[in-house]
């Protein structure tokens, strides 16, 4: 009897604390329940199975040498002696930095008569990985400075415009020469951009992209990002969000603003909207299909949206901040690098 009322007892018991586990279960949710936080995005996990490379530093000292020696050569207006040893000297650094280059050579019509002779020089590292990021600059300079007051008829120096993006591309070719890993780079360094009307047809610019744009390098080429450096070197250089960039590839333009922020380059790559601007990557996304985002610095200096220094002779060696350098190329080598190690 007592062996059975206790066995009772013990059943009771063991319901009770059943139920109250069951209710307590039921109820936790509640009690513990914290206010809705989005799920972040998903892009932030490591790649699986690869060596996590560090990001190498960018060296803005090296990177002003290489704009340096552009602007020594003179102004790189299409058909002078100074275009073609610039174009040989870019072809031979690339090769330096274990490049496979192609020179890819085109004819154009200049819009006030004659013909253009100009080269695209494709700086391909890992030609043979499928995976890759393309980033672009043009590298001739214009052949009159008209927005200036004297020798208006004369070419330009171009340090910002034309020779600074091409600065970064060959720090960012010996970069990783330095810092080998295994994803494919391609850097263009587009021919004859920079000597349309500008009063005049959209086409008459861009002459080397709208070529490349045509005749790919790669059959069915379709980079992983690809983006357009232009003006990136001169003091005061601000980088908006370009109109063109945001309807194409507004993904790629947040990842580049967040990760420029995310290295302390906020003062120069601001958070707000611009309208679209005629450049190179106009005629990749149009011509190629490619969306190719533009980072071009329009400090809106009164009425010169490029800078007061943009088409005159003040374009020269001395517009050039290291800072600004160091702001766009440490944030590009993030970019590739981080895109390999699969966190961005
Ligand atoms: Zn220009």
């Keep these: 009897m007592q062996k059975k009322s206790n066995r009772r007892t013990l059943a009771y018991v063991l319901f009770a604390l059943l139920l ?4 307590f279960y039921a109820i936790q949710p509640y009690l513990n329940k914290k206010p809705d936080i989005p799920t972040p995005p998903k892009t932030e996990t490591p790649r699986p199975n690869i060596p996590q490379i560090k990001v190498p530093d960018f060296n803005p000292d090296s990177a002003f040498l290489f704009v340096k020696k552009q602007v020594d050569f003179g102004p790189r207006a299409p058909n002078t002696p100074a275009h073609q040893k610039c174009a040989a000297w870019l072809v031979k650094e690339f090769k330096r930095y274990g490049f496979v280059v192609i020179e890819q050579k085109l004819q154009a019509p200049y819009y006030k008569g004659g013909t253009f002779n100009g080269v695209n020089i494709i700086a391909q ?6 995976k890759r990021i393309l980033i672009a600059a043009h590298w001739d300079s214009r052949n009159e400075a008209d927005k200036d007051t004297k ?5 330009i120096d171009g340090a910002d415009d034309g020779a600074s993006g091409v600065g970064i591309l060959l720090e960012l070719a010996r970069t990783l020469h330095n810092n080998p890993m295994d994803m494919g780079v391609d850097l263009i360094c587009f021919d004859l951009e920079d000597n349309g009307d500008d009063k005049g047809a959209q086409d008459t610019w861009c002459l080397g992209s709208q070529y490349w744009a045509k005749n790919l390098h790669r059959p069915n080429y379709s980079p992983y990002s690809a983006i357009l450096l232009d003006l990136v070197g001169a003091k005061g250089a601000r980088f908006y969000k370009e109109g063109f960039s945001r309807d194409v590839a507004p993904q790629t333009v947040e990842k580049v ?44 200096e009164g009425d010169h949206p490029f800078g007061a220094h943009h088409h005159t002779h003040n374009d020269n060696i001395n517009i050039i901040d290291k800072k600004v ?19 961005l």
Excluded: C
């Design 151 to 155: 020798d208006v008829n004369k070419p």
């Design 20 to 23: 109250l586990s069951a209710v």
């Design 325 to 343: 350098l160091k702001a766009v190329g440490q944030t590009m080598t993030a970019v590739i690098y981080e895109t390999y190690n699969g966190v």
């Design 257 to 300: 603003w967040n990760k420029a922020h995310s290295l302390g380059y906020g003062e120069y790559f601001v958070h707000e909207n611009r309208g679209p601007i005629t450049d190179d990557h106009l005629f990749v996304i149009r011509g190629a299909q490619i969306p190719m985002i533009d980072i071009i610095s329009t400090p809106n």
């Design 125 to 130: 590292y890992k030609p043979e990985l499928q």
